[in-house]
Each structure stands twice: as C-alpha cells, then as structure tokens.
C-alpha cells in the first residue's frame, strides 16, 4: 500500500511540474498521462507495491559537471522567469544525463515561444549534447534560427555557437566564429571585453596544443 501511495505522489508531482510553469497543451498531457499509467501498470506487474520498502544496493548514476554553457548562459543568457527556469531544468536534465529529455523540453518550450532567442541558443546546445559534442547540422540549424529571432545587434547565438565549437574541440571554428563577432560589435558593446578574454584563451589553448603535438628533442 505504501508502494502505492508513494507512486502516486510522484505522479502528481511529475504532472505539477509539467503543467507548471511550462503549462503543457493538452495532448502534450495526454502523453505524459499514458506514460504514468503505463508504468503503473508495469510496477503492479512486475513491482510487489504492497511489501514495505527495504533498502537497494543497485549504484546511482553520478551526476555530470556542469558545462561551460551552464555557466556561460548565467551570465549571458535570461535566467529569470520562464526562459529561465525552462534553461535551468534543462541544465538539471544534461547533469542526470538524460539528454533527450532536455532537448525534448526545450523545443517545447520553443513551440509557445518561438521568437525566445535564448530558449533557442539553449535548444542548439541541448542538441549538442545530444550529438555527443559534435556540431552536426541539427546543431547548425538551431543556432541559426537562433540567430534569425535575436534582436539586432544580439551576439548571444554567434557567442554560444562558438562555445559549442570550443566544447567540441575545434579551437580553429571557435577562434573564427568569435573573430569574426569581435569584428561585428560596436565600440560600445558590452560583449567587446569578454570576447577578447575568450578570444585570448582560445590563443592559449591553439598553442598549448600545438607544443603538445611537436615531438620531444
């Protein structure tokens, strides 16, 4: 009985979750409805719900660290009200590593806000990960929707393409994405400094990397 009721309580709690603050549309409920009812049925099949609990030996998944976008987006990305708690749940999702779960939230997310820039820099990167770190045409694509919907003079989707890029390892497009921004931004940019600081460790790295490829003497 116990097993019961604390099934249903996480039921509820998944259902509250979705409906607030990403308030679902209704088939998307529907959905998530016949999944709960799903796994009832599973767990009463397969599950004892009326035997007590005891304790598991089974080990959990480590959470991974947080990326360079988790930390990136808080500074230059919105991190208030929905946009935000939609970017950090996504976050929450890449450390548990349920990867597709973050993709699938944010294009949700983007279905009721389609001109959200932000919401689309974090689908492109939710996608990357997806992809294992590489920058596939998915990716691509993102990024540049995420370009199109950005208010003029936005660096944000050129800004975390290159971050991708960085994540991924190809240190060359990453210097040529973020030099070609640092070109683009007017004197009074806000952005001009922390793209110099970026564009001055992608320099280090690029060197780093090539004395680490020379042989020894």
Do not use: C
């Amino acid at each position: 009985m116990i097993g019961w009721l604390i099934f249903l309580l996480l039921a509820l709690v998944v259902l509250g979750l979705l409906t607030w603050p990403m308030r679902l549309a209704r088939p998307a409920l529907m959905l998530v409805g016949a999944a709960l009812f799903t796994a009832a049925a599973g767990y009463a099949w397969q599950g004892s719900p009326g035997l007590t609990g005891a304790p598991s030996a089974a080990a959990e998944r480590p959470l991974r660290p947080d990326s360079l976008f988790a930390a990136e987006r808080m500074r230059f990305l919105n991190h208030y009200g929905e946009t935000g708690i939609a970017l950090g749940t996504a976050d929450a999702f890449n450390r548990m590593g349920e990867d597709e779960g973050a993709a699938w939230l944010l294009r949700n997310a983007i279905v009721k806000r389609p001109n959200d820039a932000d919401l689309r820099v974090g689908y492109a990167h939710a996608l990357f990960v997806l992809a294992k770190g590489h920058v596939t045409p998915a990716v691509t694509l993102a990024f540049d929707r995420a370009d199109a919907v950005a208010k003029p003079g936005n660096p944000a989707p050129a800004y975390f393409r290159g971050l991708a890029y960085l994540e991924g390892g190809d240190l060359d497009e990453a210097q040529q994405v973020w030099r070609s921004l640092r070109a683009a931004l007017p004197a009074a940019s806000p952005w001009i400094k922390p793209m110099e600081e970026r564009i001055a460790l992608v320099d280090i790295l690029r060197q780093r990397a090539t004395m680490g490829a020379q042989p020894a003497p």
